[in-house]
DNA sequence: ACGACACATTCCCTTATGGGTATATGATGA
DNA sequence: TCATCATATACCCATAAGGGAATGTGTCGT
């Protein structure tokens, strides 16, 4: 098996920077495509793609407003992504990863061996 | 070009799935891979590989332990998902998604154009 | 109806994925 | 030293990616 579609969900479609630095476009408000085109120095069949996927995804959404297409930002399924980080929160916010360290240096003085990887 | 590695970042290595459920039992505490292999229902090979992954993003640390390799999960790589996130959580935390379809259908009514930069 | 414009779709190509299976490496115990 | 356990690596394979370039589709102005 391959890997998984970048449409399967918006884990994979936003592991793609070209198209997250769409999503932080469209946050400032809806924009034609020619204009993530420009602002993003890529090519405008790139650029659609990329809206495909987000599509796919339903982290955007379009309205036709005549001969362009208006995108507009659905920030509703990164909400999986954030919920499923929320449980590692404490883990970099608070010293939980200092205590970690403590811990494990502890461990290898008095148990042995020191392979860190 | 094809899609970026999967141990080009975090946002990479995180879209895949199994390795979402490896970091969540990580989190419950440093486990060796034998016990993850059993959990996961995986073959050994692809578990090895896919922490190998989330080593090359430093998303886990190992230590050794006789023959064992006990993995630990180190989140920090994770706020940079995070910090990413946190710019759209308003999104859908309260009712802003609401709000920008009114005042879009206020500016469509109004204006016409719904240029906002 | 026609040409310009704004996007979307298609095809080609290179590259890496993730699972399956076989094998190599490293530590342990007899 | 040898067999065994615990992991890691190497290979093979099918799949899809993302960029480049060309073309299709729908809209507007004249």
Redesign the pocket.
Known sequence: ???????TDAFNAVA?P??RQILDLLAAGER????L?TRLG????????????LREVDLVH?R?E????MYRLNAGPLKGIHDWLVKYEQSWNERFDLMDAVIEELKEAEERDGRDD
């Open positions: 098996m391959a890997r998984a579609a970048t449409t793609e070209r198209r034609p495509v020619g204009e085109v890529l090519a405008q069949p790139q650029v659609s793609k990329h809206l495909k996927v379009v036709d005549g001969r362009q297409r």
